[in-house]
């Protein structure tokens, strides 16, 4: 029902900042929730922050409160993280995704049916 492609992810040094871009395909964009999440090596899958579907309301794991800002353009169909004074503990492969049973924000993991294929961001020390 919607594909989604991240693009942005790259090297950078600690200290530094990446914009992730997720856009998606399909005309209902904007009734998604929207998500992005990580998993580094070795470790499980972990919610990094969502977005409301209008995109007035926002949650944010405590690790990158402060850091990262999730934005959203439904004329663009496109969700966006901003990553500033990235850490080497964000190294990981970030995904975007998709719920359309949900609101949001807030949305439990299994809420979300659609996911992209990550794309790599590593921090250097």
């Known amino acids: 029902q919607v594909q989604l492609v991240e693009s942005g992810g790259g090297l950078v040094q600690a200290g530094g900042s990446l914009r992730l871009s997720c856009t998606a395909s399909?005309?209902?964009?904007?009734?998604?929730?929207l998500g992005w999440f990580r998993q580094a090596p070795g470790k499980e899958r972990a919610f990094v922050a969502d977005?409301?579907?209008?995109?007035?309301?926002?949650y944010y794991a405590d690790s990158v409160k402060g850091r990262f800002t999730i934005s959203r353009d439904n004329a663009k169909n496109t969700v966006y993280l901003q990553m500033n004074s990235l850490k080497p503990e964000d190294t990981a492969v970030y995904y975007c995704a998709a719920s359309n049973g949900w609101a949001g924000p807030r949305v439990p993991e299994r809420g979300y049916k659609f996911w992209g294929q990550g794309t790599q961001v590593t921090v250097s020390s």
């Open positions: 977005i409301s579907q209008g995109g007035g309301l926002t």
């Open positions: 399909g005309r209902t964009f904007s009734s998604y929730a």
